[in-house]
């Protein structure tokens, strides 16, 4: 690849095809399925590219496998290191063992343990699992620093050409499998190396299709980016997708980019869970939360897709800790408007809790949190009250109920930092 300066694009179509050349012999093709369940509800022919079967369960070995497997015999000699939030990880893992090369591997404390286990388990005795720090941008700062006190090669998790160009190989694939170029492809955004290395294929060969970048809504760092004219960090980040949680994009996937102007949507953390959930459910697909990021924006406004449209969702990502489902359940009713908590003042007495929920809840709600403080000295208590309501629409009655009954009662609201804790 040419030597450029990381503001103009280093990744074109002719580096995507030699990603693919390079990889043939090595991964194979993921499968594209078409979805009736989200083709039926958005009046779309949808298809999901199923990056999480393949050998890592993302996306991400392809740029890692890419990179490393271009190393010459005196970088291979110095070792690999890398950061990452998990997925990363596991690609650099698994090209480490594959190549015979040592790699030390960083970590965030963010970083659910099944990932963590499996890039142990991927990488076998070539790869030293490293925790440092409380987000990607800590375990890159670390990772950087080893790599420049101990000489060896830096992998970036997205920011480096090579990366660029095997995280690029899911459009050509997409291309190849359909036998045309789709309407659109959405693909989720965290550093932007997915984003970059299909933009720098499809605008070359298919320049019609619409590409759209789906990032959370609590980290939207590319479109920052792009605001500003140039890597800006977030100055808050909400870590909860955490293979797409990144403060700071690359200057090489801004500056793709830019050039390629795709279109950016931000999907709220609540409606990912949503998803996450509809896949699992529906159509038995395990997701991590950065893999239901592109379908979850799918039903967004602004996307405003033409009926009947055929367009390609990147399911990046399945390695998702079953001990998180918990709190994807609890988001996802949050976004949906079905739990809702309440600070309510208990008369010390017997049966007050009975008669609260006697003359406050319908026939299809539930008290799911019931956290009392019993104060001896005084005639009423104070109660957190968690609520899950058969429907949304059910809240309006519940709040009417809730001013006739002579409790003193507070919701707390959303932005409150008492539901930011209960969440």
Known sequence: MAEQTPRHPAVTAVDVDAAADQLADVIPPTPLHRNERLSRRYGLDVRLKREDLNSVRS????????L??????????????????????QGVAYAAAALGVEARVYLPR??????????????GKHVRVIVSGETYDDAASAAQQDATDTGAVLIPAFDDPRTIAGQGTVAKEIVDQLGYAPDAVVVPVG?????????AWLRERHPQVDVIGAEPQGATSMALALARG??????????????????RVGEYTHALAAHHEPRLVAVPEGRICVEMLDLYQTDGIISEPAGALASAALGLDEL?????A????????GNNDVSRYAEIVERALIHEGKKHYFLVEFPQEPGALRRFLDDVLGPDDDIT??????RNNRETGPALVGLELGAAENLPAILERMQRVPHRIQRVEPDSPLFTFLT
């Open 191 to 199: 550093g932007g190396g997915l984003l970059g290395g299909v933009l």
């Open 369 to 374: 949190l019931f956290e009392y403080v019993k």
């Open 110 to 123: 963010t970083t659910p343990r099944q990932k963590r286990e499996r890039v142990a388990l991927l990488g």
């Open 310 to 317: 055929t367009v390609v969702c990147v399911l990046s990502g």
């Open 230 to 247: 140039g890597p800006t960090s977030l100055d808050e980040l909400d870590p909860f997708v955490d293979g797409a949680a990144v403060r």
């Open 304 to 308: 405003d897709l033409p009926d009947g």
């Open 68 to 89: 490393a497997s271009r190393l010459t015999e005196s970088q291979r000699g110095r070792g690999v290191v890398c950061a990452s939030a998990g997925n990363h990880a």
């Open 59 to 66: 996306y991400k070995v392809r740029g890692a496998y890419n």
